[in-house]
């Protein structure tokens, strides 16, 4: 298994208040990004990031924001948290691989999971 | 954009029966496409994937072979065990904006009864 660990592993959480979720990894990995998982939805990006300080938008971004100052660790932070965030959510890295003939290929990798419940 | 369409679930199955579960895709250049697993209360785990046209990944005896002709990556087993029952994931990865996007399809829920 990749060396991905997030936490905390559960929280809940109360409307209005200020979460963060870390996650960490022992792979070295370059890129590295968060997700969450809705019955109905799969898996939706909120965001990425490319390298340390590098990050971008994914497609839920709206209140959410991430941080990735050491290449290990990448912080999600939900400033004011509301029920509509209520979810799991999925930490991932990757590299890229170049195979045979050029062609670009990139694995992801996925931590445990964080379950969040915002009451 | 690119999508996924997976066979929704949930898809129940008895213990040695052979096991198929759809997935085709929509994806402007020239996609990889991968099988993920989950078993409850985990993440994702990569099953198995495939890179290029009329490759076929495998693991664990699951087996999946990249169809760009039907733009498919169907899944398939020839015995299911108990084990087995899990939600399974199609997806794609494409080179889009500097960075591989990977989408999902909705997951399929597989239940293997004794």
């Known amino acids: 298994d990749a060396g991905i660990t997030q936490s905390p592993r559960h929280k809940v959480t109360e409307t209005g208040t200020p979460v963060t979720l870390r996650c960490h990894q022992t792979?070295?990995?370059?890129?590295m990004y968060w997700y969450r998982q809705d019955p109905g939805h799969g898996l939706r990006l909120i965001h990425y990031?490319?390298?340390?300080?590098?990050?971008d938008k994914g497609e839920v971004s709206d209140g959410y924001s991430v941080s990735r100052s050491k290449t290990e660790d990448f912080l999600l932070t939900l400033e004011s948290a509301t029920s509509s965030q209520t979810s799991v959510y999925f930490c991932?890295?990757?590299?890229?691989?170049?195979?045979?003939?050029?062609?670009?290929?990139?694995?992801?990798?996925f931590g445990p999971g964080t379950r969040l419940l915002v009451l | 954009g690119d999508s996924v369409t997976q066979m929704e679930g949930p898809v129940t199955l008895s213990e040695e029966a052979f096991l198929t579960i759809n997935c085709t895709y929509t994806?402007?250049?020239?996609?990889?496409l991968f099988w993920y697993v989950q078993y409850p209360g985990e993440g994702l785990q990569l099953l198995l994937k495939?890179?290029?046209?009329?490759d076929k990944g495998s693991n664990k005896g699951f087996e999946a072979t990249y169809r760009k002709e039907t733009t498919s990556f169907h899944l398939e087993k020839g015995s299911v065990q108990v084990s087995d029952s899990a939600v399974y994931f199609c997806?794609?990865?494409?080179?889009?904006?500097?960075?591989?996007?990977?989408?999902f399809g909705t997951g399929t829920k597989l239940q293997v009864i004794p």
């Open positions: 991932a890295i990757s590299d890229l691989q170049v195979l045979a003939g050029g062609h670009e290929q990139e694995t992801q990798y």
């Open positions: 792979e070295n990995h370059r890129y």
């Open positions: 990031s490319y390298g340390v300080k590098d990050t």
């Open positions: 994806a402007t250049g020239y996609p990889s």
């Open positions: 495939a890179t290029k046209a009329d």
């Open positions: 997806a794609l990865s494409v080179l889009s904006g500097g960075y591989q996007k990977v989408t």
